[in-house]
Nanobody, 123 residues
């Protein structure tokens, strides 16, 4: 079992930056994939980014590519999502997730989820 806790959300102005953190506890595997998803009010949860245990196989949604950077520190059991040049459309609850080695961009491919952290970008 894995437990995930996100932090770092908040209110920023358009063009600003935030860094989200996701700290894991419990049993983890070297082959695990860490992903970030977000859910805006009234919309479905959507894929943002993913990263493999070794820092390879990084993928981003087209909407955030070039602005967001995903990383992880396995010694600290923590993943990060650096968000730059934030836009109002980035406003959402951001969720960290852990899945097996085959987890890609679909939410059903992930096994464990954090509680989410709110990101609000003012226009």
């Amino acid at each position: 079992q894995v437990q995930l806790v996100e932090s770092g959300g908040g209110l920023v102005q358009a063009g600003g930056s935030l860094r989200l953190s996701c700290t894991a506890s419990g049993r983890t595997f070297s082959s695990s994939i860490m992903g970030w998803f977000r859910q805006a009010p009234g919309k479905e949860r959507e894929f943002v980014a993913r990263i493999a245990w070794g820092g390879t196989n990084i993928n981003y949604a087209d909407s955030v590519k070039g602005r967001f950077t995903i990383s992880r520190d396995n010694a600290k059991k923590t993943g990060y999502l650096q968000m730059n040049n934030l836009k109002p459309e980035d406003t959402a609850v951001y969720y960290c997730a852990i899945g097996g080695s085959l987890s890609r961009t679909a939410r059903y491919e992930y096994d464990y989820w954090g509680q989410g952290t709110q990101v609000t970008v003012a226009s």
